[in-house]
């Protein structure tokens, strides 16, 4: 299946200076299990799961068509009580009575622990990219911090089952680097 993708802001390689982040976005296991191993009390929090027009580029990615109200998934992974991750995903609706049907259902369950156990799900290569305050997913992220830095870094990947995507984008907050990598 040949994926394009459309915002060309988003590169095959992070380019930030600190090798701690470069280490936890470069990482292609489970995220969620990597943080669980990590923190003594680790919790998902859901904060939001709805019908909502994709962006533009997320649209392209999911194969959604133009116009067409994705189902979009927004949690936090947390450490502790802080949020180390901010996590939005994204899949065209009519997935959802298909391959990716259990997203209904999923609950307070990590994406993550359902994503890694199929072996039936391939992903793509990862894209980085610095967000900054221009960026919907920045300020969503940024929304939950005291002082936000001026830009949060952020990996996009998509899985696909049987022919139908998902769109999963993971914006790290400054608290993973108090997790060993």
Not at 16 to 32: F, H, K, N, P, V
Not at 61 to 76: I, K, M, N, Q, S
């Amino acid at each position: 299946m040949k994926v394009d993708h459309p915002d060309m802001l988003w590169q095959p390689l992070p380019l930030c200076a600190d090798l701690r982040l470069r280490r936890w976005l470069r990482d292609r296991s489970s995220l969620t299990r990597r943080i669980q191993e990590r923190c003594e009390r680790f919790h998902l929090e859901v904060l939001a799961q709805h019908t909502a027009a994709a962006d533009r580029d997320e649209r392209a990615l999911v194969g959604a068509r133009p116009g067409a109200r994705c189902l979009v998934r927004e949690v936090t992974l947390n450490c502790q009580d802080r949020p180390v991750v901010y996590a939005h995903s994204v899949v065209d609706p009519h997935a959802l009575r298909g391959a990716w049907r259990m997203l209904m259902t999923l609950g307070s369950r990590p994406l993550g622990a359902v994503l890694f156990a199929d072996p039936r799900v391939e992903r793509y290569p990862m894209r980085f990219r610095s967000l900054n305050a221009r960026h919907e997913l920045y300020r969503r992220a940024s929304a939950m911090l005291v002082q936000p830095p001026s830009h949060l870094w952020a990996r996009r990947s998509l899985f696909v089952l049987r022919r139908s995507r998902l769109l999963v984008t993971e914006v790290f907050l400054p608290a993973i680097l108090g997790l060993a990598p």
